[in-house]
T-cell receptor
Framework: GQNIDQPTEMTATEGAIVQINCTYQ??????LFWYQQHAGEAPTFLSY????GLEEKGRFSSFLSRSKGYSYLLLKELQMKDSASYLC??????????????FGKGTKLSVIP | DTGVSQDPRHKITKRGQNVTFRCDPI?????LYWYRQTLGQGPEFLTY????????KSRLLSDRFSAERPKGSFSTLEIQRTEQGDSAMYLC?????????????FGSGTRLTVV
């Protein structure tokens, strides 16, 4: 089975840095994704890690440690528009001959002035 | 191409009625997925198509749910004899076989309320 844990809520100040952690237990692991979802909207792709290490994309970075089953999303220079839910998702080989994506419950980030 | 389109955006129905939702994926994407999301939860996988073939269905998908993708383009998700527990956002996503660089592209979803 697949199990993904991330904090339910976080609050951070505009201009600051915030780190959102995600731990997972997955059989057939084949990559980890982060998505951003504003209230009432569709999830949008942020980042993808399949090898250990840090991937940087502008203000957003994502880290993966496969041996620890751990990832984090780092958001720098926070802006009010970063207030959203951040979804950690694991890709795994489903055994039905395809790869599937399973999501954590999401971390609701509130950015305050 | 304007991305993944879903119709309708909102649907209110009485318990026991049937509903059908439509998803139009990005045209060059041959993979299409249906997910369901309730408040405060992440999306839960329902089913997946590669072209017109339905390759996988979640155990969450009871026999009241059926999905089709008749010509490998748009897809429909039908729920028969709706129940209040079916109230959720139904998300459609599409992707290319190698989704590494881009992940899935999600539509804006259909919000179903069963009263």
């Amino acid at each position: 089975g697949q199990n993904i844990d991330q904090p339910t809520e976080m609050t951070a100040t505009e201009g600051a840095i915030v780190q959102i952690n995600c731990t997972y237990q997955t059989s057939g692991f084949n990559g980890l994704f982060w998505y951003q979802q504003h209230a009432g909207e569709a999830p949008t792709f942020l980042s993808y890690n399949v090898l250990d290490g840090l991937e940087e994309k502008g203000r957003f970075s994502s880290f993966l440690s496969r041996s620890k089953g751990y990832s984090y999303l780092l958001l720098k220079e926070l802006q009010m528009k970063d207030s959203a839910s951040y979804l950690c998702a694991v890709r795994y080989f489903s055994g039905a001959g395809s790869y599937q994506l399973t999501f954590g419950k999401g971390t609701k980030l509130s950015v305050i002035p | 191409d304007t991305g993944v389109s879903q119709d309708p955006r909102h649907k209110i129905t009485k318990r026991g009625q049937n509903v059908t939702f439509r998803c139009d994926p990005i045209s060059e994407h041959n993979r299409l997925y249906w997910y369901r999301q309730t408040l405060g939860q992440g999306p839960e996988f329902l089913t997946y198509f590669q072209n017109e073939a339905q390759l996988e269905k979640s155990r969450l998908l009871s026999d009241r749910f059926s999905a089709e993708r008749p010509k490998g383009s748009f897809s429909t998700l039908e729920i028969q004899r709706t129940e209040q527990g079916d109230s959720a956002m139904y998300l459609c996503a599409s992707s290319l076989p190698d989704m590494d660089a881009y992940g899935y592209t999600f539509g804006s979803g259909t919000r179903l309320t069963v009263v």
